[in-house]
């Protein structure tokens, strides 16, 4: 079976920084284009994409320059590493692989204090 899952979430201080991982098992992890998102209480908003091979990543405005999206296929991981981070960054944070279908994590709380 196909399972994702989130670490790394936890209480910082705003300006502080962390580092979300996404372990993918019951896949090939570089098969697939790889994205996170957040959601608090409204919509999932989108956050950052990475390709299959690691040439292409996107970003959203609001995070551009401040997070930045990696992953290590030999060891079927992704990253988000998150710095600066501001208030507004609160949230869940999900992590989906996708290819013809996509597969979601559980998600990991990310709260930044001011």
């Known amino acids: 079976q196909v399972q994702l899952v989130e670490s790394g979430g936890g209480l910082v201080q705003a300006g502080g920084s962390l580092r979300l991982s996404c372990a993918a098992s019951?896949?090939?992890?570089?098969?697939?284009?790889v994205a996170w998102y957040r959601q608090g209480h409204g919509e999932r908003e989108f956050v950052a994409r990475i390709?299959?091979?690691?040439?292409?990543?996107n970003y959203a405005d609001s995070v551009k320059g401040r997070f930045a999206i990696t992953r290590d296929n030999n060891n079927n991981m992704v990253y988000l590493q998150m710095n600066n981070l501001k208030p507004e960054d609160t949230n869940v944070y999900y992590c989906?692989?996708?290819?013809?279908?996509?597969?979601w994590g559980q998600g990991t709380q990310v709260t930044v204090s001011s």
């Open positions: 390709s299959s091979s690691g040439a292409t990543t």
């Open positions: 989906t692989a996708y290819l013809g279908t996509a597969y």
């Open positions: 019951g896949i090939r992890l570089s098969d697939y284009t």
